[in-house]
């Protein structure tokens, strides 16, 4: 049977039209707040889910964030999701949300985990004069950019770089990789399979 795949967006959908471009449509595009990226989702015909933080208390202290992880995951299920791929998506969710889904949402992020964690990464790359970085698949968790990594490729860091410049030829690399990983995981599930079990078959970045 096939899996459907729900994607959390929260900026210009640059991700979610990779995976639309790799033939993979998810059955519903879900954000945060109002975006490109549910934009993107309607023109392609799949349901664009808007879930605001300013219905759980905004981006300030007040934010409810289990009962907004708990209802965002509800929503998801009640759409049959059985992977969720966040491509971007800004809000730190409970552990509550990655309990429904357990071992089922995969994130991607610009540096080669576990190296350069967190919101910052591609600045602090350049701040620590590497050589190479790039991007990882890997399947979140409630423990920011943890999990087991899926796949990796890297970038160079060229002479001259500033964070903007490096941050898009990493964000090029990422839209070819994210897709390949989630289509990977998809036949997985489809197959009896955990998306984790990429961990073991992955090549060295």
Not at 67 to 73: D, G, I, N, Q, T
Not at 74 to 99: D, H, N, W, Y
């Amino acid at each position: 049977m096939a899996v459907a795949l729900g994607v959390l967006v929260s900026g210009s959908g640059t991700i979610l039209e990779a995976f639309l471009s790799a033939g993979l449509v998810p059955r519903v595009v879900a954000s945060d707040r109002p975006c490109r990226g549910l934009e993107v989702a309607r023109a392609a015909g799949v349901e664009a889910l808007l879930v605001p933080r300013s219905a759980y208390g905004g981006f300030g202290d007040g934010f409810e964030r289990e009962r907004y992880s708990v209802e965002l995951a509800a929503a998801l299920a009640e759409r049959g999701v059985g992977l969720v791929a966040m491509a971007g998506f800004g809000t730190v969710l409970a552990p509550s949300f990655f309990g429904a889904f357990p071992g089922r949402v995969l994130n991607t992020h610009p540096s080669l985990l576990p190296a350069f964690k967190g919101w910052h990464a591609v600045a602090a790359t350049l701040a620590a004069g590497v050589a190479e970085t790039g991007c990882t698949v890997h399947v979140a968790t409630e423990a920011l950019d943890d999990g087991p990594i899926l796949a990796q490729r890297r970038v160079p860091v060229d002479e001259g770089d500033d964070e903007a410049h490096l941050h898009e030829r990493i964000k090029g690399v990422e839209r070819a990789l994210y897709p390949e990983v989630v289509a990977r995981a998809l036949s997985l599930l489809e197959a009896g399979r955990e998306p984790a079990d990429l961990a073991a078959e992955r090549e060295p970045a």
